[in-house]
């Protein structure tokens, strides 16, 4: 893998970026400032969503990044209508072909297949190329004998592609079952946010689940499951640290230690 400022410049065609402004307090954050603070507001604290390239730059050791299946793109299986200029737009504005970017790396030394979906492109939706490259990744690190890393955001299954995208939580979750079968380790981080029929499958089938803080994970709604129950739900609801709360991650990690984490429980998973 580049470094990120040559990744960027590839994307975007420049190395100049503008500063990013904080949604909730206002602040006017130097790009190189933004980066140098893991994607984070400096006054407020604020999590940023970060683009996969800015995960992987952050994450994995320089030069160690290999990046597979780069070039599929997602067809219109269903002709719904204007899903393929919709598609051409999310290439334009992320500057990725699909909403996920699959390789495998190095952390710490330590090898691994990974995975980041990226929000940028159509909210990291699940269509049928991103279940076709996370399983891939999955069943070459199963052939690899590797440990999956998977960093996942998603507003859920794409519904522009209707059945087909649905048909993707059976397909991944049935690669990640046959690499646990084979005794290897799977990471789950669930990242801001974390929704829909992803939650219902990939993303809570992690040996270990952490979560970025406050990041909201769920499956429907809040406004949905209040209509369909009668009841308000609780403060915090849907959040990551209710869901630490109630059993379903198992640790809140802050962006700046999240390597070093990683790489912890991945050499602890070595000495098995």
Do not use: N
């Given at each position: 893998m580049s470094t990120f400022r040559n990744i960027i410049q590839a994307i975007t065609g420049t190395d100049e970026q503008p500063p990013r402004t904080?949604?909730?307090?206002?602040?006017?954050?130097?790009y190189s400032d933004y980066i140098a603070n893991h994607c984070i507001c400096p006054e407020c604290g604020t999590y940023f969503r970060m683009r996969a390239v800015e995960r992987l730059d952050a994450t994995v050791d320089p030069g160690s990044f290999?990046?597979?299946?780069?070039?599929?793109?997602?067809?219109?299986?269903?002709k719904f209508p204007d899903y393929s200029q919709k598609l051409d737009k999310a290439e334009k504005a992320s500057g990725l072909n699909e909403g996920v970017v699959c390789g495998t790396a190095k952390i710490s030394g330590m090898d691994c297949g990974i995975f980041v979906m990226d929000s940028a492109f159509m909210m990291g939706s699940m269509g049928t190329v991103v279940g076709e490259k996370i399983t891939r990744i999955i069943e070459k690190a199963t052939e690899l004998r590797l440990p999956v890393i998977g960093f996942i955001t998603s507003g859920g299954a794409r519904m522009q592609e209707g059945?087909?995208?649905?048909?993707?939580?059976?397909?991944?979750?049935?690669?990640?079952k046959r690499?646990?079968?084979?005794?290897?380790?799977?990471?789950?981080?669930l990242?801001?946010?974390?929704?829909?029929?992803?939650?219902?499958?990939?993303?809570?089938?992690?040996?270990?689940?952490?979560?970025?803080?406050?990041?909201?994970?769920?499956?429907?709604?809040?406004?949905?499951?209040?209509?369909?129950?009668?009841?308000?739900?609780?403060?915090?609801?849907?959040?990551a640290e209710f869901q630490l709360e109630h059993g379903f991650v198992d640790l809140i990690e802050e962006r700046p230690r999240m390597t070093y984490t990683l790489a912890k429980l991945l050499k602890l998973h070595q000495a098995r």
């Open positions: 904080c949604k909730k307090c206002g602040t006017e954050i130097p290999q990046e597979i299946d780069k070039k599929l793109r997602s067809k219109d299986p269903i059945i087909f995208s649905l048909m993707q939580m059976a397909k991944v979750s049935g690669a990640v690499h646990s079968e084979a005794g290897l380790l799977y990471i789950a981080v990242t801001d946010p974390t929704t829909g029929g992803i939650t219902a499958s990939f993303a809570m089938q992690g040996d270990i689940i952490i979560a970025e803080p406050k990041a909201l994970i769920g499956f429907a709604g809040q406004r949905v499951i209040e209509q369909t129950t009668g009841e308000k739900l609780p403060a915090g609801f849907q959040r």
